[in-house]
């Protein structure tokens, strides 16, 4: 299914349309598949390679678009989402420079349009999961976190902020909450080797986090490992 769907997605690209709306729903489509194959945040077939390429295929089809109208905000997020999954992907694959940058583009993006756009949910949303993957790739190499490093830190209490307003915006929805909660949790882990009464604190408000979701969530958070 997956494969017949993209090889229908690429036949419509191939036709370079110039057509927008016709742009951004292929390109939307292609980031949908490319989650199913490989989100890195999420469950997946396991296809990373494949989802970096569907990936950047989106990315390919909405650069032209935003940069005709960049007054467009449906089209820069999902440019900026675009570039924050591929960029997390390349990361966690090892590729810590290309990735980084990619994580970096789309971070600074998204600060951009949440301070336009500061009551559109989903963009603010991003915003915060953007800013945690920024942290993520200032402390992290070859799977080991780099304690104390203040633009991780910076990162992290930032992605706070837009995962709080988020939860203004709309109290209660669970991934705002899942958000903040693991933003919480990863301040608590780069703290805990300089400073153990705040990680212990953080800790305790990604928990209280947590505990505020429905309980099917709270059971699977991966926060609470």
């Known amino acids: 299914m997956v494969r017949h769907s993209l090889a229908y997605l690429d ?24 989650d199913v194959l490989g989100h890195p945040l999420r469950s997946n077939l396991g296809e990373a390679a494949a989802a970096r390429a569907t990936y950047t295929k989106a990315i390919g089809l909405l650069e032209p678009v935003v940069s005709r109208n ?9 440019l900026a ?9 390349l990361t966690f694959y090892r590729e810590w420079e290309q990735g980084r940058k990619l994580v970096e583009t789309s971070a600074r993006e998204l600060d951009r349009l949440a301070g336009q756009w500061p009551r559109e949910f989903d963009i603010v949303l991003l915003a915060a999961t953007a800013q945690e993957s920024l942290a993520v790739t200032i402390s992290q190499r070859d799977g080991y976190t780099t304690a104390g490093d203040a633009g991780a ?73």
């Open 70 to 78: 960049p007054r467009n905000p449906p089209a820069r997020r999902a």
């Open 153 to 225: 830190v910076d990162a992290l209490w930032k992605s706070i902020h837009y995962a709080e307003a988020a939860l203004r915006l709309k109290p209660g929805e669970t991934d705002a909450a899942g958000q903040l909660a693991s933003s919480y949790n990863r301040l608590a882990l780069l703290t805990q080797t300089h400073d153990r009464a705040s990680a212990a604190q953080y800790f305790r408000l990604a928990l209280a986090t947590l505990d505020t979701l429905p309980e099917a969530e709270r059971a699977t958070a991966a926060v609470r490992s």
């Open 81 to 89: 989402r675009a570039q924050l999954m591929l960029g997390l992907s």
């Open 11 to 34: 036949r419509i690209a191939g036709e370079q349309s110039n057509d927008d709306a016709l742009r951004m729903d292929i390109a939307e489509g292609y980031s949908e598949l490319a």
